[in-house]
């Protein structure tokens, strides 16, 4: 007997030490999808459409946006690898053109205008660059002040839910009298981005003294929050489940989503989903939803006769309290089909949630 309890507990110690590990895999997994792909470029010409269908390869679709395109072939001079943001960037200077992170339908773009000349610090999937620098003068109390704008952007196959900004430390290069002032800020704790593909934050320092050349170097570091990837999740039964049968679920990459409601009526249907993340997933404040890149729609057919009918982003209601590990939404498709026969309902939410740290240092910034 003894001798059996003993092999019993053994299987049990072996079962949790192997699902542990599992779980362990899963995030490792999520980080991996967070590394820079490279993008490859031959040494011969290219046009600029040839070179975003290079980038779109990698999983990151740029438009082209342009009105004015006489510059549309250009060479890299040689063989080359770049991840995507210095591939972008290489493009736009290549051809002439500047970069939108900041398009009405979203995303990243190709426009008319001049290419970046700036400080630009390359991170993994993360590019920060200098955007403005401002002096300034408070006349109520005499103080300068110099503020900062950095343009924070990652890759557009990426959708982070938070940024977290970490302290800074800045150094001014010498003024006349070869002083050189140093400054700290503390960090500004974290902000939403779901949705974005880049955002803008104000680093406030104190003002050096005029004959000052340059902000010789600001340092810091900023914690990303999110998914390796979204996850789609297609069920194509949309009739409630008989009585007793459990609620249609499927699983990918350990991230659980169930169908615990369907309630189909001749013009609309009701429709709750329980999403259940892997245990291991960062913690979240209260106030804090991992839930903002999540959509859902119905779909039927295929290419040109393909039809959808979409929910506008905040019509979804949460059934329950939320927490890091699960969430229960309730959804109302109203006009829906009164016959779901082919219908498909489409979910996508967040696979395994992972912190990253993108450390960065800007050289040279020219003061105003």
């Not at 946006?65 to 060479?75: A, E, I, Q």
Request: aromatic fraction near 6%; include cysteine.
């Amino acid at each position: 007997m003894l001798r059996m309890r003993g092999v019993a507990i053994v299987c049990l110690l072996l079962g949790t030490a192997l699902g542990l590990a599992g779980q362990v895999e899963l995030f490792e997994l999520a980080r991996k999808d967070l590394e820079p792909r490279l993008v490859h470029f031959a040494a011969e010409p290219i046009s600029v459409a040839r070179a975003l269908e290079a980038l779109r390869e990698s999983g990151n679709a740029v438009r082209d946006l342009r009105k004015n395109k006489r510059k549309d072939t250009f060479s890299f001079g040689k063989t080359t690898a770049l991840p995507f943001w210095e591939a972008l960037d290489r493009i736009s200077q290549q051809a002439g053109c500047a970069i939108s992170l900041y398009e009405p339908e979203g995303g990243v773009a190709l426009i008319d205008g001049k290419p970046r000349d700036v400080p630009t610090y390359y991170q993994g999937i993360f590019r920060i660059a200098n955007k403005r620098t401002v002096l300034s003068r408070d006349e109520g109390t005499d103080q300068h002040s110099c503020t900062v704008t950095l343009e924070v952007a990652w890759e557009p196959r990426n959708e982070p839910l938070f940024l977290d900004v970490g302290p800074m430390r800045a150094r001014f290069a010498a003024d006349d009298k070869k002083k050189e002032l140093t400054a700290s800020v503390s960090g500004s704790g974290k902000m939403a981005v779901a949705g974005r593909t880049a955002v803008e934050m104000e680093v406030r320092l104190p003002a050096p003294d005029r004959t000052a050349p340059k902000l010789a170097s600001l340092e810091g570091s900023l914690k990303a929050l999110g998914p390796g990837k979204m996850l789609t999740f297609v069920f194509g039964d949309l009739k409630p489940p008989a009585q007793g049968k459990p609620a249609p679920h499927q699983m990918r990459d350990g991230v659980r989503v169930s169908l615990t409601h369907i309630k189909p009526r001749s013009d609309s249907l009701s429709v709750h989903v329980l999403i259940e993340n892997p245990k291991g997933t960062p913690q979240f404040e209260s106030y804090q939803s991992w839930l903002d890149n999540n959509r859902i729609h119905l779909e039927k057919g295929e290419g040109d006769r393909k039809q959808v009918i979409t929910l506008p982003f905040g019509a979804e209601e949460e059934l329950g309290p939320r927490s890091a590990l699960q969430a229960k939404m309730g959804y109302h498709f109203s006009p829906a089909p009164g016959d779901l026969e082919g219908w498909k309902l489409v979910y996508r939410t967040p696979g395994p949630m992972v912190e990253m740290d993108v450390p960065f240092q800007l050289k040279d910034l020219r003061l105003p």
